[in-house]
């Protein structure tokens, strides 16, 4: 079955920090592009980061770049989110997903996980 | 940045009936690089269709995608009771840049 599983959400003062986890299973996690979507309670989605199937291509959105850093494993089937400096405005559940990169197309989000929640509060 | 603003906000409809739902794009998407994503509640989205108009592996055949430029649209030819949920458009390509329309809630009326 093909699937993918978030863990390392929780509650963290503004100013701390938090690393998400992202397992994949179900299939050939290293030929994806893999991702980070987001979504504030009762908001729409918000893409967050991507980083190409070995590494070379990262991009962040213009809301985290300079406080968040994506990584992945590909020996751990592992797609990481390192989170710094988290505001109020980070508060929100964090999907990973996983896409193809079809020529230079990073394409449609086509497998997600199930999320997990990220609260920033004092 | 390209801005996506979905229409209408929520969509009453009862099931059976057709469910037409927009999106508009602040400037011409390229290459229709057009997603639409289906959201219930306490789950992930899923994907329903991809450039614009193909239907992703396993969505059944009352869905779908048209539009290109600027103006895309959402189509659900006759609605059964798992359709409810919130839909949004995504515009997505080289490099990633990805926005999300704000949604349309497709509600039981």
């Known amino acids: 079955e093909v699937q993918l599983v978030e863990s390392g959400g929780g509650l963290v003062k503004p100013g701390g920090s938090l690393r998400l986890s992202c397992a994949a299973s179900g299939f050939t996690f290293s030929s994806y592009s893999m991702n980070w979507v987001r979504q504030a309670p009762g908001k729409g989605l918000e893409w967050v980061s991507s980083?190409?199937?070995?590494?070379?291509?990262?991009y962040y959105a213009d809301s985290v770049k300079g406080r968040f850093t994506i990584s992945r494993d590909n020996a751990k089937n592992s797609l990481y989110l390192q989170m710094n400096s988290l505001r109020a405005e980070d508060t929100a559940v964090y999907y990973c997903a996983s896409r193809e990169i079809v020529g230079a197309t990073w394409e449609a989000f086509d497998i997600w996980g199930q999320g997990t929640m990220v609260t920033v509060s004092s | 940045e390209i801005v996506l603003t979905q229409s209408p906000g929520t969509l009453s409809l009862s099931p059976g009936e057709r469910a037409t739902l927009s999106c508009r794009a602040s400037q011409s998407v390229s290459s229709s690089y057009l997603a639409w994503y289906q959201q219930k509640p306490g789950q992930a989205p899923r994907l329903l269709i991809y450039g614009a108009s193909s239907r992703a592996t396993g969505i059944p055949d009352r869905f779908s995608g048209s539009g290109s430029g600027t103006d895309f649209t959402l189509t659900i030819s006759r609605l059964e009771p798992e359709d409810f949920a919130v839909y949004y458009c995504?515009?997505?390509?080289?490099?990633?840049?990805?926005?999300f329309g704000q949604g349309t809630k497709l509600e039981i009326k």
């Open positions: 995504q515009q997505y390509g080289s490099p990633p840049r990805d926005t």
């Open positions: 980083i190409s199937s070995s590494s070379s291509y990262i």
